[in-house]
């Protein structure tokens, strides 16, 4: 059991929870009616922390799909932007480093339609999605935090919800019984 010093290092070790939050998670579905279906991923999210915001899609692969058909979704997301819809990063979370990096060579060799798009794999995802795991698709450079992949927010318009309100924070409830 660590001593009293230990126990405070710990605690002190994590980050002040008022200055960063999940303020918007909605599934594929929600999202999905909300762009009238022009794209269908996983799960949207917003990510804030301190005055910096980041709003993502967010594709799960489960390698199932060929890494074409994954490749394949992103003119999707491009016809979205081109109407008026957010500018948003489209987030990869695939199964291995080994798939990871196969997808990263794929989208090298054929590009992302001019859409932002960061990779990650589960292994890297237990540690901390926050955390500097994703690696922009044609950067060479480090990998970055969540709150650090390029992103434009856009204002609210028929395609895009706009920012996040309080009433779509996931854990709302939860707060509200402070």
Excluded at 48 to 70: I, M, N
Excluded at 148 to 176: I, M, W
Aim: net charge neutral.
């Amino acid at each position: 059991m660590p001593g009293r010093s230990e126990a405070g290092a710990s605690r002190r070790a994590i980050p002040d929870s008022s200055k960063y939050q999940l303020a918007r998670w909605w599934s594929g579905a929600t999202i999905a009616a909300v762009l009238d279906s022009r794209v269908v991923p996983d799960g949207h999210g917003v990510w804030r922390e301190g005055d910096h915001t980041v709003a993502f899609y967010l594709e799960y692969d489960t390698g199932t799909e060929t890494l074409s058909t994954v490749a394949a979704k992103l003119p999707a997301y491009r016809r979205v932007q081109d109407l008026g819809g957010p500018r948003w990063p489209v987030l990869f979370v695939l199964p291995s480093r080994l798939r990871e990096g196969n997808l990263r060579q794929r989208l090298a060799a054929t590009g992302t339609s001019g859409v932002t798009v960061a990779t990650a794999s589960q292994d890297r995802v237990d540690t901390d999605p926050s955390g500097p795991i994703w690696a922009l698709a044609g950067d060479t450079g480090p990998r970055r935090r969540l709150i650090d992949v390029p992103c434009e927010l856009g204002s609210a318009s028929p395609l895009n919800p706009g920012p996040a309100t309080p009433d779509q924070d996931p854990l709302r409830l939860l707060r509200d019984q402070d």
